[in-house]
């Protein structure tokens, strides 16, 4: 079993910024990509940036420039820092792992609100 545990969400107002963490714990050996989701009420759940073990990341066209993606392999840990922040930004925002072994099912982190204001 895996625990994601994430931290870093709040309020802030427009063009302000945040840096969200997850760190995981549990059998987590070989992860291979570690992203962020979100989603905001009535809408689905989206890929915001991924990051692949080898450090090449991946990020939606709505956050390219402002957000960036970061992992350390060592200690099992993704970070979002989220720059310019826009209203449109506001959502729940999930950790998520996937592992390098096919079979292994993926892991959801709880969730962290992240809330702009204009």
């Known amino acids: 079993q895996v625990q994601l545990a994430e931290s870093g969400g709040g309020s802030v107002q427009a063009g302000g910024f945040l840096r969200l963490s997850c760190a995981a714990s549990?059998?987590?050996?070989?992860?291979?990509?570690m992203g962020w989701y979100r989603q905001a009420p009535g809408k689905q759940r989206e890929l915001v940036a991924s990051?692949?073990?080898?450090?090449?990341?991946s990020y939606a066209d709505s956050v390219k420039g402002r957000f960036t993606i970061s992992r350390d392999n060592a200690r099992n840990t993704v970070s979002l820092q989220m720059n310019s922040l826009k209203p449109e930004d506001t959502a729940v925002y999930y950790c998520?792992?996937?592992?390098?072994?096919?079979?292994?099912?993926?892991?959801w982190g709880q969730g962290t609100q992240v809330t702009v204001s204009s």
């Open positions: 998520n792992i996937k592992f390098e072994a096919a079979w292994r099912p993926e892991f």
């Open positions: 990051i692949a073990r080898g450090g090449s990341a």
């Open positions: 549990g059998y987590n050996y070989g992860i291979n990509v």
